[in-house]
Structure formats: structure tokens, C-alpha cells
């Protein structure tokens, strides 16, 4: 079975544009959730799809959005990008239940300059 | 406001020693607690999970203890080898269909020869 993947695995943008990043789960997971890690702040959970529906959102301003497909694929953007928004995009899927395990993904390394 | 403190931020010990990594958290109302250990540049991956009635879950040589009452956790690893250098994340999750991850900024351990 394959596990969470997560694309492109390394990105460099300059501040003021906007990046897209696309997390495809495990097959069968409709549970998608995005997280930020930086060195400062560990992880920080920014939302939560299941069945294309948001059901869950952090403190993140709205220049963070996302969607999730009829697939359960999903898509991270961030618009007018800020220095301080370099950070490793960790994206994890799940089964439905509440102790059912996340399984991440290896992370997008995005650089902001 | 949920919050999950770890201790200590970093941990250096000699290969074969055993170690003990703290977590405290403050979530309520509590579902289930997680450790995870996240290589450098790479996804976290589970190590237990503990809801709460369990007391002790063992994987291996890492063994988690859980005391709701104090809402303290523990990870002890025995025998200590060179991979389990990586930060060690302690996670708790909160009950609800809109439950969410209070994820710890982690532990740093290093193990040397």
C-alpha cells in the first residue's frame, strides 16, 4: 500500500507569489490534514478535509487555503508568500475514528526568499 | 487553551544507555495521546498511541506510559542505537467529530558512540 505522498518535495519561491502544494493520501483515507513546522514552533496544525469538506482550521491568516478532491487528493496554497512562511508543509492522512493513527507524508520544504 | 509541553528540549546519551523523554499536556477533553519520531527532513511516524484507560504500551525497546490523572506521559527507550537519533513529538488529541492534534515542539535526541 502506498503511503502519503507529498509534491514537489523541495521549493523556492520569492516573497509576493504564491505556491500550490498537492498531498495524494493513502488509498481508502478520506481524512486529510495539513500541517506547518518550522524550528521555532514545532508543528502547527492548519486544516483538516474529509470528503472535500473543511472540518477543521488553526490560527493561520487567510493567505492559507486549501481544498480536497472527490479523490481525497489534496491541495495547500498559500497566496502572497512572507519570509516568515519558509517552513517543511507536512500533510497526513487517516482512516475515520478518533484513535485511528495519521500517517504523514515526507513534507514539502518550501523556502521562501 | 490546549497546550503540549515536552522535556527535555534536546538529550545527547551514549549508545546502549536508556533514556526517558517527559510530555505534559493540558488538552481536554482527551481522546488519545501519540508518540511520534521524525528523522531529520522526513515525516513523522508513529511510535504508540494510548487512550485513556492504558497505562503502558511497549514497541519494541520504546515503551510509553500515560497517567491521565497527572496528564503526564513518558517514553523510555532502552538500549539506545545510533538510529534513534531523530526528535521524538508527543501528540494529543482532543475528542469530537472536530477534534484536533495538539502536537508538542519535541524532543531532540542524539545518540553517540
Known amino acids: 500500500k502506498a503511503g502519503v505522498t507529498q509534491t514537489p518535495r523541495y521549493l523556492i519561491k520569492t516573497r509576493g507569489q504564491q505556491v500550490t502544494l498537492s498531498c495524494s493520501p493513502i488509498s481508502g483515507h478520506r481524512s486529510v490534514s495539513w500541517y506547518q513546522q518550522t524550528p521555532g514552533q514545532g508543528l502547527q496544525f492548519l486544516f483538516e478535509?474529509?470528503?472535500?469538506?473543511?472540518?477543521n482550521k488553526g490560527n493561520f491568516p487567510g493567505r492559507f487555503s486549501g481544498r480536497q478532491f472527490s479523490n481525497s487528493r489534496s491541495e495547500m496554497n498559500v497566496s502572497t508568500l512572507e519570509l516568515g512562511d519558509s517552513a517543511l508543509y507536512l500533510c497526513?492522512?487517516?482512516?475515520?475514528?478518533?484513535?485511528?493513527?495519521?500517517?504523514f507524508g515526507q513534507g514539502t520544504r518550501l523556502t521562501v526568499v | 487553551k490546549n497546550q503540549v509541553e515536552q522535556s527535555p528540549q534536546s538529550l545527547i546519551i551514549l549508545e546502549g544507555k536508556n533514556c526517558t523523554l517527559q510530555?505534559?499536556?493540558?488538552?481536554?477533553?482527551?481522546?488519545?495521546l501519540r508518540w511520534y519520531k521524525q528523522d531529520t527532513g522526513r515525516g513523522p511516524v508513529s511510535l504508540t498511541i494510548m487512550t485513556f484507560s492504558e497505562n503502558t504500551k511497549s514497541n519494541g525497546r520504546y515503551t510509553a506510559t500515560l497517567d491521565a490523572d497527572t496528564k503526564q506521559s513518558s517514553l523510555h527507550i532502552t538500549a539506545s542505537q545510533l538510529s534513534d537519533s531523530a526528535s521524538y513529538i508527543c501528540?494529543?488529541?482532543?475528542?469530537?467529530?472536530?477534534?484536533?492534534?495538539?502536537f508538542g515542539t519535541g524532543t531532540r535526541l542524539q545518540v553517540t558512540l
Open positions: 501528540v494529543v488529541r482532543d475528542t469530537g467529530t472536530a477534534s484536533k492534534l495538539t
Open positions: 510530555c505534559n499536556y493540558t488538552v481536554s477533553p482527551f481522546s488519545n
Open positions: 478535509y474529509f470528503s472535500e469538506t473543511q472540518r
Open positions: 497526513a492522512s487517516r482512516s475515520q475514528g478518533e484513535n485511528t493513527e495519521a500517517f
